[in-house]
């Protein structure tokens, strides 16, 4: 009876180890001070009704945008703890904290860097994402609301769930998986992995991967239905475009990942062999369908950026962007061929040279259309006025640090080069060029863009660029010795090494580099306090602080909570520029065509709810249940769960309606305040 | 007014039944990993029988029987709904129903039977990936069972209502497509297994 | 805020400086970059081709962009401004024929080197090759000698100038990776299956190989030494083994030998049971089953 309600648990999965009592500690100190600053300020309601039962895009994202940047945090601390044993932690140092050498024992160091991983790429980068899309793309394209707005609120909430979930942990259990980001096969199976561990992988990524793809259906029925009356596809914004076609990959490959997890819990919770090494189960198969998720999910991570960096050349350049068409069909064509490179995460299987050169041709080919945006991007700059605001400069520490990524990517895309490369530390530079060199300093650029529009006033400039200076010293200091120490034989996730390897001198180079890109997120977190201290002189009251070109900035800054009064109708590409600049007319006559008396209606909005909490929380309760084997919540979590769906489908009233005149008012005092 | 009404339903309509579709198909997708997964380890039987040895066409037969019929009247609740006959859709989705609840018996009926004789899921690849296969299947349709209940009885009480035409639109989307993937495993699994 | 920007440049400078000092003057250190042994050669020659055919896109591309962030910021006056040129189809062919066409030249290499730099693949030579039988086991690393009869853990002991042909699997372990960085690529020692490549060194000499795929706590530690003698020393050397008081591995002792352990110390086993690889590699097998489908 015991086993059935409380599984596996006993009292020493309670917090008893340093690192369980720390991150105890810390989330404990964070929650109690919270409630008590939300008591002071008596807030609770507030919070709620504004933001946490909303179904408002822009409410959504930027909660995204927040735990994507907690989680941040959260993810850098790890680095700095793998950095730190990799520096100190040679075969000849003694141990500290229980470690044989260094201060971190083998199985605490994997779990570590899998953590770092998982969370960098799933909560960090696609919750920015999400959370950025949300804002954005609504506003883009001219419509009030994503096509669902309870399943966006779900979306959110389950994403959240999963962030708990990984994070959980430090409270109950104190292991997580240790077997790399991907919990590869077999190693993540019973017979080498039995503890709680890879559970909680699972069922992190499980519970938030199904938020995602929730998420990724809503944002492409929302692009593809939704766009204001004129707005072709071929006259979408780029952001747009890049987010459409992240989404399809997201879609697309969401589902394998869930399967395949499903798999790997079939194999740990009912004794089956899909993957485990006896009774004809075939590991390679894991591999297989986990890098077929995997790859092209580098790529959801990084062409919504190619779609920001897109907006910031145009708009900072001052000019049209370069090659439209060329772009959209790059776009594509790097969304089409991510899905047949998979098998270049394993060349070294031995699958045979047929096999292994077809894999690095198809690699080699998605290396074209990426070349073929950064030209377009160049050519847009060509004859344009550009103006160096810190976006531009994120921009172009993109290109530089991308290009020689992408060289090293090619390298490896010839697998004989691939074989003496392989899972060393030259791989782990490549992909974290391409993770950080693209898509972060895209998120920066993009946060920095588009902040003004979601906050109502602008970052402060100069801080901004220390930091991009800082950041990028920081990365060439940390990532350029890996390249080195990748060639010098150094293999990836090693928690020891021999002094006499010399390579201690390389990794103690690199903890400084670790250290200074420490110092350029501090003075991110600067600019941002800096910035909303000195918001009041920072307004931005026009809606369009950067003379932009896309529908967002014809909008209050921030937005009012329908978006648009009046949805617009859109003439050609660049819809705000053409409204701004419109062609045959005089500057004098659009604004007296902006006086004449705006027609407004009743508009339709999805009301609040709090269903999509309920909802999340029964699926937390499930899958941490289903980590501890505590059967009994877990059926209350599934019971819960399916309850909660059925109760919203009983739910007639989902929406109200703001009239006419509401919207006028809002209106009238949206522009008396510009 | 009602001319506003009608245009907000005919888009909520196309929405949602576009997003029912995206959503299908990442079902599909999910089903396509379970079928991949089939063809590479159904010939792992390691010390357990092979297709051949447990598959009983004329069962399976029978179940792809049930099943298509189930979609037939599936699709005469449909045109019962559309002409606004409240008491056909009813009836025919009662039948729907209760054929639905068939197929799931005879299915657990031919997995107690495995069971029993000791080839249950856990004796090697090849029966990891067939029950799972199945059962993926099984779980879309009792879930299928669970949203035709509710739907019959809010149409008992409430009526037709536009919303709930909708909806019982999805519904009968996913039986026809939950049919569609019982054709690839009646095929794939069962008739290729079974030469 | 100029003294500080000077400082971060010099130091910049300063750091790129002692990069490339590392890369150029690292020698026997950047093990990749100066191989030992025929394949690692071929390896790195591919590589370097490959890189300079991407510089030819590469170096160009940066051109541009320097040039055209240096020329065409707000302040210059005299750049010109054409905000509403957005397409040009002549231009756009070139943009897409120029990546286009070195990519095929890559795709060309991708395609032969791929095919004769293929590990099952084996090195001609005038010597006749030898078999080593590699398997992996958490944490260490067991090599057999089949022709030999003889054993060794952690220490693979070869003649120079001969080609190896590795036949390699794993036992009770999850996926290994067997690399020898100056010697030549590596390739996964995998349960139940059996994997192969061919190996020879050049010359004599000390080598490190590593395991880079993990498979446990262990996994750092999965080290092991490579010594390339001349023929008569590793004549010599089997000999020393075959007499050496240590014990014979047969399955018993093997499995005794597979159970985890870490740091293991180089060990010797001066005779071997025969087919003792191929026992391994099928013993997940069903019982009465044999080596079909390998």
């Known amino acids: ?612 909490i309920y909802l999340s929380g029964f699926i937390f309760l499930f899958g941490l249940a289903m980590v501890w084997h505590a059967w009994l919540f877990a059926i209350i979590g599934l019971v819960g769960a399916i309850c909660c769906v059925i109760l919203r489908t009983f739910d007639e009233h989902t929406e109200y309606v703001l009239t006419a005149a509401e919207v006028e008012q809002i209106e009238k005092k949206l522009r008396a305040k510009s | 007014m009602i001319h506003h009404q009608n245009h907000q339903e005919a888009i909520t309509n196309d929405k949602t039944i576009f997003g029912f579709w995206v959503y299908l198909m990442t079902d599909l997708l999910m089903f396509g990993v379970l079928f991949a997964t089939y063809s590479v380890l159904h010939g792992n039987i390691f010390n357990g029988p092979s297709g051949k040895e447990i598959f009983d066409l004329p069962f399976a037969l029978t179940e792809t029987i049930i099943l298509l019929t189930s979609s037939f009247t599936a699709g005469l609740a449909i045109w019962a709904l559309r002409n606004n006959n409240k008491n056909q859709v009813l009836l025919w989705f009662g039948i729907t129903f209760l054929l639905g609840l068939s197929f799931l018996v005879l299915e657990l009926t031919e997995f107690h039977k495995l069971v029993l004789e000791g080839d249950s899921w856990r004796r090697s690849a090849f029966l990891s990936s067939y029950f799972s296969l199945v059962s993926t299947h099984g779980l879309h349709i009792t879930a299928g069972l669970f949203w035709m209940l509710i739907s019959l009885i809010k149409v008992k009480s409430q009526g037709i209502t536009p919303g709930l035409a909708r909806k019982l639109t999805l519904l009968s989307l996913f039986w026809h497509f939950l049919d569609i993937v019982w054709i690839f495993i009646f095929t794939v699994v069962y008739l290729m297994g079974a030469i | 805020m100029k003294t500080l920007s000077r400082i971060i440049v010099s130091l910049f400078v300063i750091v790129d400086v002692y990069f490339l000092g590392k890369i150029l003057l690292g020698g026997e250190n950047i093990q990749v970059l100066n191989p030992k042994g025929i394949i690692a050669l071929q390896e790195r020659e591919v590589a370097y081709v490959a890189v300079f055919l991407m510089l030819v896109i590469v170096i160009p591309v940066f051109i541009w962009a320097f040039y055209v962030g240096t020329t065409y910021h707000e302040g210059n006056k005299w750049a010109k401004y054409t905000p509403e040129w957005d397409h040009s189809t002549k231009l756009q062919a070139f943009i897409w024929a120029f990546p286009i066409a070195i990519i095929c030249i890559l795709c060309v290499l991708v395609w032969k080197t791929a095919h004769r730099l293929d590990p099952s693949d084996a090195i001609a030579s005038t010597q006749k090759t030898m078999t080593i039988q590699v398997v992996a086991t958490r944490w260490k690393w067991i090599f057999i000698y089949p022709d030999q009869h003889i054993a060794t853990v952690n220490l693979l002991e070869i003649p120079e100038n001969t080609p190896v042909h590795f036949m390699l699997s794993a036992s009770d372990t999850p996926m290994n990776s067997f690399w020898i960085p100056q010697l030549g690529g590596q390739i996964y020692a995998m349960s139940g299956m059996a994997t192969q490549t061919y190996l020879m060194a050049n010359g004599v000499g000390t080598y490190r190989g590593a395991n880079s795929e993990i498979n446990g706590a262990g996994y750092a530690q999965m080290t092991f030494t490579v010594n390339s003698v001349t023929q008569n020393d590793f004549t010599n050397w089997v000999a020393r083994v075959k007499q050496s008081a240590t014990p014979t591995l047969d399955l018993n002792t093997f499995n005794k030998l597979a159970q985890p352990s870490q740091n293991n110390p180089v060990a010797y086993y001066s005779s071997t049971q025969d087919n003792l690889f191929t026992t391994i590699v099928t013993k997940y097998l069903a019982p009465g089953k044999g080596m079909e489908g390998m």
């Open chain 1, 1 to 612: 009876m015991e086993q059935f309600i409380l599984g596996r648990l006993t009292w020493s999965s309670l917090p008893h180890e340093w690192f369980t009592l720390g991150g105890t500690v810390a989330f404990a100190t964070i929650l109690i001070g919270l409630t008590i600053f939300l008591t002071r300020v008596k807030r609770w309601k507030w919070l709620w009704n504004e933001w946490l039962t909303s179904t408002d895009p822009k409410k959504i994202g930027i909660m995204y945008i927040i735990i994507a940047f907690l989680m941040f945090l959260r993810g850098g601390l790890d680095v700095v703890m793998i950095w730190l044993q990799q520096t100190i932690g040679t075969t000849s140092s003694p141990g500290y904290l229980g470690a044989t050498h260094g201060y971190l024992s083998a199985d605490h160091f994997q779990q570590i860097f899998t953590a770092h991983g998982d969370i960098m790429v799933f909560f960090v980068t696609m919750g920015f994402l999400f959370g950025l899309i949300n804002l954005i793309v609504p506003l883009q394209i001219g419509a009030r609301d994503l096509a669902f707005p309870f399943l966006n609120s779900l979306g959110f909430w389950l994403y959240f769930a999963g962030v708990v979930l990984i994070n959980m942990f430090f409270v109950l259990g104190g292991e997580f998986a240790a077997a790399g980001w991907l919990a590869v096969a077999p190693l993540s199976e019973l017979q080498f992995n039995p503890g709680v561990g890879v559970d909680y992988w699972i069922w992190s990524l499980q519970v938030s991967g199904l938020g995602t793809l929730i998420g990724g259906i809503n944002f492409v029925v929302t692009i593809l239905k939704m766009r204001a009356p004129g707005m072709s596809l071929m006259r979408m914004p780029m952001f747009t475009w890049a987010s459409l076609m992240g989404m399809i990959l997201v879609i697309s490959i969401f589902p394998i990942l869930a399967m395949t997890m499903i798999l790997l819990t079939l194999d740990r919770y009912l004794g089956m062999h899909f993957f485990t090494l006896d009774n004809g189960g075939n590991a390679m198969m894991y591999w297989n369908l986990i890098w077929m998720w995997g790859h092209p999910e580098v790529y959801v991570l990084i062409i919504p950026v190619f779609g920001i960096y897109s907006e910031i050349v145009s708009t900072f350049a001052q000019k049209k962007i370069f090659g439209y068409t060329s772009l959209v069909v790059a776009v594509g064509a790097i969304t089409l061929l991510s899905f047949s490179v998979w098998l270049h995460h394993f060349f070294t299987m031995g699958a045979g040279a047929d096999v292994n050169a077809f894999f690095g041709i198809m690699t080699m080919w998605i290396a074209i259309p990426t070349g073929v945006q950064i030209i377009n991007w160049l050519f847009t700059m060509f004859r344009g006025k550009i103006i160096f605001k810190s976006p531009i400069y994120w921009f172009f520490g993109f290109v530089s640090t991308f290009t020689f990524g992408g060289m090293a990517g090619l390298l490896m895309a010839l697998p004989p080069v691939d074989f003496q490369v392989h899972n060393s530390l030259f791989l782990v530079a490549h992909f974290h060029t391409m993770i950080v060199g693209g898509a972060l300093f895209g998120i920066f650029a993009g946060f920095t863009y588009w902040f003004p529009k979601v906050f109502g006033f602008k970052l402060h400039e100069r801080i901004g660029k220390y930091a991009f200076w800082t950041w990028l010293v920081g990365f060439f200091l940390s990532f350029v010795p890996l390249y080195i120490l990748g060639m010098m034989g150094a293999v990836r996730r090693m928690d020891t090494y021999s002094p006499s390897l010399g390579w201690q001198q390389l990794f103690t180079v690199s903890l400084i580099g670790a250290c200074v890109i420490m110092c350029a997120v501090g003075l991110q977190i600067l600019q941002l306090v800096v910035s909303i201290i000195q918001r009041k002189q920072n307004r931005d009251l026009t809606g369009d602080p950067w003379n932009g070109r896309s529908l967002e900035w014809a909008t209050a800054s921030p937005p009012p909570f329908y978006n648009f009064a009046v949805i617009p109708q859109v003439h050609s590409r660049d819809a705000f520029w053409e409204m701004k600049n419109p062609k045959g007319i005089s500057s004098s006559e659009v604004a007296k065509q902006k006086k004449t008396s705006i027609k407004y209606e009743d508009i339709e909005l999805p009301k609040n709810t709090p269903m999509g």
